[in-house]
């Protein structure tokens, strides 16, 4: 189980890896934390001729707050994420979500942006990019442009990325205090990845739900938001009975994937769970 | 076939280079061009752990990393936990408490629990229970891996 | 104080903890990449393979006049099936080896691997166990009608006139999905040829050193002198690792061919999908039962799916034979009839993985006291309690000497730990709020540490069993000991070092424990079975007894004494009641330098050998398990296990406990996660352990575990086996309570594991509570 072999190259600068993508991107990969791709390549499943290995690229790692939005660069890895990195609502949640991420060893090299690169159904950081409607900073040789994950996740590990481009930041607006989040994610063992996942963002205002973002993952062939169950939720008190209804939404409105893990029907089950928890945990029940 | 490129790193405190195809792992640079077979392959894709090194100080699966990528970085295994004769007080921990069957899991637990136990001040038996969960074991069902951990930690004052 | 007994830490581990232990792939520098090109296809004709210029290449045409493989059993209800080291003309299933390359390294041997181009004419295959025996159903192998290798049936009693005669017949079908064995580290041979000599040295991942040599020296029509097998660090086995693989054949024949050292390093693709499986099971149960509970007969009939091919030596039919002997397990059934076949389809061959079977009898036997008390509106224990042995020797149904245990003693014990009257309250009151526990019981005896009359018994060809052990000591007193046994990882060594020590006098650290390479060892059987510490541990024993005699009658002449009145222990001989005296180092030195003076061991000198050929002793268990079930998603998390043990003496408590906590996890993986799947074209999905899903720490609880010791005579040292136990045990207990949790929802729990999406299945049939 040894990969394929390939031509390495490790450029310092951004400019340089966009030159070497404007160059070897066709029958090339990015390298960033590589706990996705070294496996595919280890199966041989995947045979890059070329890896540009971006980690010394200088100035990709950060993670910071700036103008209502949490901008996280190329580099940022999972780990950075266990502990707090935004104010606001994000504060809690994305240490919880990080923890669903695989394990440690992983979370140290595997990278926010390289989940969305990859776009596996069940990546969390791509439900959380879907559900919160973030900005993704996408650059190459031609230029750079930003697009939202309605466009950018076109189906199970396909994106919108162009061969010759690099995803350099994503922007996720930073909620405030008055947003509650839930998060919920059912896996077989620790680690593993999501068979059904939620991530729930309300803005509760005089005990009325004002505002729904409902993002279900790892159930489809991409994250995404339920706008129908936002939509009942919205106006609502939250309660036991709607909530039920928003997972009985959310259950209905996803095209299940079907997988040695799990049939449609069962996917459709954990969805129904996972959005009436995750919703729970954000009414504060 | 691609060119082989040298690549210098510090393994357990010793400075070495060595020449590799880019496609070697980490993994396999350490057991064949150091001759450092402590740092087992159970897998080779990153579940089973057995072939975790500490890499600038935390755990990585090293069959999921290019040696070319360890350039300039500090690499340790389990040939570097004990000091000279003295075993390292996880190593002691897993001898006394039978946290060790076959011992092909072994070397990656002791070095994930390193890892653990460098990062943290304190660690209590919950969060032990979830890190350790990144490694798997086929003899022992974990009983005592955790018992011995769990003892080591007491020992070096970094149980909660 | 005796060192049996004791938590004596281990002397294997410091080299372990090291990363200095020599596991296969650690021994092999230098030595060419030998690696497998796999059939992508489950079932068809090989039309041609194609290999780029240049490459060093073996496919079935080189081996031609070698092999094939053809593990035999000498009955007639068994269909002998021949296995080509490499298909030949056909492939049956889907990771079958089809050509073999070499090359300097391991990723060199892949681009070579990939670069070969097989076209095989794809036929539709059989794969499970209805397709197997649809009538008209394709055949796996032609001489094995109906896909069936073997079909064995066995009658006693008058089961028709109890069926009439019973109140209640229980009858299930019970269905256990196919398992891995996974040992941590893959399966690997390392062959060197020696140039000037033509010997080979083969050092192997294998549980079965001396078995493998024997194989493999007949199919390559070679003398066992010429072949060395070294079993060195073993990264566990589980019975995988006691079969014959083909590719170690294929190592040996390509070190003898090109000469040099040649390396398979099996990797964990290849080990999910091409090693051997186990567990892929049917059973139809039916139990008649008297109103007062009494278990009145027992009506079986047993599928094993067995895959494409059988394995040496102890053949595909492992599984049958095994569930058709032991079905019955703890219980006293007099009436039992049972129909047990192995069945071929195009799926990785079948091998003995820890519990060979019982795993899943002791499951569907539990299951059918539960059933039978909740249909006699009775207590299950009480219904077990009516069944049980618990007068001993006791002769099994199947004519199994039970020497005795605790079967009944065991499960009170249990009962009291757990506090079923507490737990019921608790989890009345959980369902109250919504929350769904469950407590699982299991039961069960396990045969161990058998010798030959039992496995003849199989009529197997080659009649495993006994147990040699060759001890020397040296002119320092330190004592060296050869055992046939092998060890895989179960710390054997240090447990034959007590047991040693105790019988020869000494420290346990001036033991050596030789094992694994049958140029230094006696011809053995190696570990497997539960068997290693009551075989190679009693033939210790016996051995040691008589280098204590040789002991005793040196020190009688030194110390002008009678050798009846020395006593030895402590590093010492002395005369009983006087303070006379000498150091067993003394003595050593006196009977090589001196040895003009001591005629009577001139013969023998400080060595003495032993064999123990016991015919069997039953240790005997019960678990329990409390489950919290999540109905919204099926998920099932284990609260609390507990174990109440009878191993008979333990002679390394910590050891023992090892050996439980390890099975119980892997019982864990058998009744929730482990499932190898097939799709309807006999691809395996599940060849990544992202797919094969092997609990981690997160998954396993607390293990509790309570021992008692039932002093057997059938073992020498009073040691039971154990290192099934833990495995066999556990899955029926969690499904028990897996069905005790989901009791209001009156659904069936009749298959493991028992997944999530299986249980949301049953729940979706019958959501609401009855």
Known sequence: ?285 | MTDRIDVTFTVNGRTRTIRVEPRRTLADALREECGLTGTHLGCEHGVCGACTVLVEGEPVRSCLMFAVQAEGMRVRTVEGLAEGDALHPLQQAFWDHHGLQCGFCTPGFLILAAGILENNPAVEEAELRESLSANLCRCTGYQNILKAVLAAAAGMGKLK | MSWVGRRLPRYEDPVLLRGQGSYVADLARGARILRFVRSPAARGRILGIAAPPGAQVITAADLDGVGPLCPRLNRPDYVPIAQPLLAKDRVTYVGEAIAAVLADTAAAAEDLADGIAVEIAAEAPVVTLDEALAPGASLVHDRAANNTVIDARFETGDVAAAFASADRIIEFAFLSHRQAAMPLEPRGALAACDPATRRVTLTASTQAPHILRTGIADILGMPEADLRVIAPDVGGGFGQKMALPPEYVVAVWAARHFGGAVVWLEDRLENLTAAFHARDQRLALRGAFARDGALLALDADILCNVGAYSNYPVTSGVEPLMALAELPGPYAVRNYRVRARGIATNTCPMAPYRGVSRPVITAAMERLMECAAASLGRDALEVRRRNLITSFPCISATGIVHDGGSYREAMEKAAEVVDVAGFRARQRAARAEGRHLGLGFSVFAERTGYGTPAFAARRMEITPGFERVELVMDPSGSVEARIGSSPHGQGLKTVLAQVLADEIGIRPDQIRVVAGDTDRTPYGWGTFASRSAVLAGGACKLAAMRLRERLATVAGQELEAAVSDIEIGDGRAAVRGTDLGIEIRQLARAAYHQSHRFPAIAETGLSAAATYDPPGTFSNACHVAIVEVDIATGGVAIERFVVVEDAGLLLNPMIVDGQIHGGVAQGIANALYEEVVYDGDGNALTGSLADYLVPTLAEIPGIEIHHLETITEASVTGAKGVGEGGAIGAPAAVLNAVADALQPFGVGIFAMPITPQRILGLLRQNRSPS
């Open chain 1, 1 to 285: 189980m040894k990969p394929a072999a390939f031509r390495y190259f490790a450029p310092r600068t951004l400019d340089e890896a966009l030159a070497l993508l404007a160059e070897h991107g066709e029958e090339g990969k990015v390298l960033a934390g590589g706990q996705s791709l070294v496996p595919a390549m280890n199966f041989r499943l995947a045979r890059p001729a070329s890896l540009i290995d971006i980690n010394r690229v200088a100035g990709l790692d950060y993670v910071r707050e700036q103008d209502g939005i949490l901008r996280i660069g190329a580099l940022a890895r999972h780990a950075r994420f266990e502990r707090p990195v935004a104010g606001g609502a994000l504060a809690a949640l994305l240490p919880r979500v990080a923890r669903h991420i695989a394990h440690w060893p992983i979370r140290v090299r595997g990278t926010f942006a390289g989940s969305l690169a990859h776009a596996d159904p069940a990546s969390e950081w791509c439900l959380i990019a879907a559900t919160l409607d973030a900005e993704l900073a996408i650059a190459s040789r031609r230029g750079t442009r930003t697009v939202r994950p309605s466009e950018y996740f076109v189906a199970a590990l396909t994106t919108a990325l162009a061969e010759d481009e690099l995803l350099t930041e994503i922007r996720l607006p930073l909620l405030d205090r008055r947003w509650r989040t839930g998060f919920a994610e059912f896996s077989r063992r620790a680690g593993d990845y999501g068979l059904a996942i939620c991530a729930a963002f309300l803005r509760i205002e005089q005990g009325r739900i004002a505002e729904a973002r409902v993002g279900v993952g790892g159930a489809a062939d991409r994250p995404s938001r339920i706008a129908a169950a936002e939509q009942l939720l919205i106006g609502s008190d939250g309660g036991n009975t709607v909530r039920r209804e928003a997972g009985r939404i959310a259950a209905q409105a996803i095209e299940p994937l079907e997988d040695v893990q799990a049939s449609a029907a069962f996917r459709r089950d954990l969805v129904q769970a996972m959005v009436e928890r995750a919703l729970a945990q954000a009414c504060g029940s």
